[in-house]
């Protein structure tokens, strides 16, 4: 198993991601491809006493910035890591991608140089979540503002693969987040979508109000891109701002630090629940091969929980999952058209 | 002043329309018409020696559930004390009008029996929401799932007319929810509407992402009904799961105990911070006079609250500052096409 990183890509580049590579090749038994400025690849790691053992540089002269404008920047960009990166993985040259670098040209990029598998209308990025009872897939977090409803129907075939093969769920229950738990709620995109997840042979589990999410009682929560986002980085906001007011609690006086002290490690344990990185960085669904975006922010640690993803995902096949889902599912169409005459 | 409620309205009707009716004649100084079954208004305020000063009782004997469909049941049922209490509102019989009752029958028979200001296009459901900086009105809560992006223009209007008659704004800053910040983030929908707000004499100050919401650093947040929805459930739905998981944690064992208790009072505020009731109920904005609707699971304290605001509506003329906004913006752009002949 060979994994493809863009090394050029995040806020802790390329450092992070040489030492995340190293410790997946011990760790998690794979090889490494770095695609990077090879000197500069070296330099770190021989600065950092990092061992190369396991790992192959491709020289790639360019990098896309976070903030680049995404359209068809990695097709302009050829020499880009992150381009050469892509065209590996497309070539079989490995067997996933991991980058830390900017989300829009990661998904562009993928769409453009690897293609979305037959029959995806457009890939997503899924997010699992963690929740009070269990940890769910958000899908799509942000790649589709605007979708028609059989865009839904297929994030839930993704997502639900996702949970399947790499989260070790049975028969994941796939809701749709709405206004409201009635079959009549929301505007005309989520009725369409509650139409068509019914008959859709999925486990659909009905609609999820906004207010029980957080509580993870379904295993993938499938929405708009716009939605997705809201919900994302709204639960992010909420978390940030009720830590800073716990702490600001904590801080008040005497009496209130002693109980700060008295409850470390539980706020330790109380940040972590929320910290959605703790299951590794977010798939991008519906490309032929499997590719993760880490956050920007990744340290070494984080890198290599998305390496061990990328690995799971190449292993468990997401991509073929979802490929023959789909694949079924319009023969079945074809055989009741066939029946219908 | 004269404020009507729908005295069997939420889920402590009637007792805590009665109390809070009564508390807010004494501190408000203001007469109240209550509208429901006469014989149990008076019975229940006998029973709970409940003062009648200052309350005049209007018979209904009829009242409609919390989950009726509300798709023209207050037109239907002509003897609930909704459709009574609304019909008295647009007679000019009260100043303004208060309900716990259903949300969705409220909002469509307020349109169907007292109407929209002259120009308005949909009402839409306000909510002044807690902020780290300070409140701010999240605008349309759910009345319109789908919208267009001139609606959302008013919505804007409403919140600002809103924040700046009842909560003292001046000047109200506002932003339009979007999953990002630049002017060309969101959907259709959002780069519509960013377009015409950008032009519409709003204190508009561009896009908020999700993860800036909770910190309040804007006073009217537009959105379609269906984002607003997912909005104010999830930032309900996020703080119940925080609350249970610091609960757990407080319990977990002596020490953690001693901690909770030390921290007390610190919590009971940190719980308040996030109880959106806090600031009364929602007002439905765009509707000729005021009307406020009260949670359903209001007690004596949050009716007097919604009183006291349906009072500060009427008192400050939020509706009059609406229509007048809206028939200048109209003379503006009657006055700018003429320019351009």
Chains 1, 2 share one sequence.
């Not at 065209?87 to 562009?108: F, I, P, R, Y």
Request: proline share 3%.
């Amino acid at each position: 198993m060979n994994i493809i990183i863009d090394a050029m890509g995040g806020d802790n580049a390329p450092l992070a991601p040489l030492q995340g590579a190293a410790a997946a090749v011990t760790e998690l038994g794979v090889s490494i491809t770095a695609v990077g400025d090879e000197a500069l690849l070296k330099k770190t790691a021989q600065a950092n006493s990092i061992s190369l053992n396991g790992i192959t540089f491709v020289h790639a002269a360019d990098v896309i910035g976070m903030d680049e404008d995404a359209t068809d920047v990695v097709r302009k960009r050829p020499n880009s890591s992150l381009a050469i990166a892509l065209g590996l993985l497309k070539e079989g040259k490995g067997d996933a991608l991991v980058s830390a670098g900017s989300t829009g040209a990661l998904l562009v990029g993928a769409t453009l140089l690897v293609g979305r598998i037959k029959g995806i209308k457009r890939a997503a990025i899924g997010s699992v979540m963690p929740g009070a009872e269990n940890p769910w897939m958000l899908i799509d977090c942000g790649a589709n503002a605007d979708c028609r409803a059989e865009q839904l129907v297929q994030f839930g075939v993704m997502g639900s693969a996702y949970m399947e093969k790499v989260m070790g769920v049975n028969s994941p229950r796939v809701s749709l987040a709405n206004n409201g738990a009635e079959e009549t709620k929301g505007g005309q995109l989520q009725q369409e979508a509650y139409a068509l997840l019914k008959e859709s042979g999925l486990n659909f589990a009905g609609n999820i109000e906004a207010r029980d999410i957080p509580f993870g009682k379904t295993d993938v929560v499938v929405c708009d891109g716009f939605t997705g986002n809201i919900i994302l980085k709204l639960e992010e906001g909420v978390a940030k701002m009720f830590s800073g007011m716990l702490k600001k609690m904590f801080y008040k006086n005497t009496k209130t630090k002693l109980a700060g002290l008295a409850m470390k490690s539980e706020m330790g344990g109380f940040k972590k629940s929320f910290d959605y990185s703790e299951y590794g960085g977010a798939p991008l669904l519906g490309i032929k091969r499997p590719v993760i975006k880490a956050h920007g922010s990744s340290n070494a640690d984080a890198i290599k929980n998305a390496l061990r993803q990328a690995k799971t995902c190449a292993e468990k096949d997401v991509s073929g999952a979802i490929e023959a889902w789909i694949s079924q599912h319009k023969q079945d169409k074809k055989q009741e058209g066939a029946q219908d005459d």
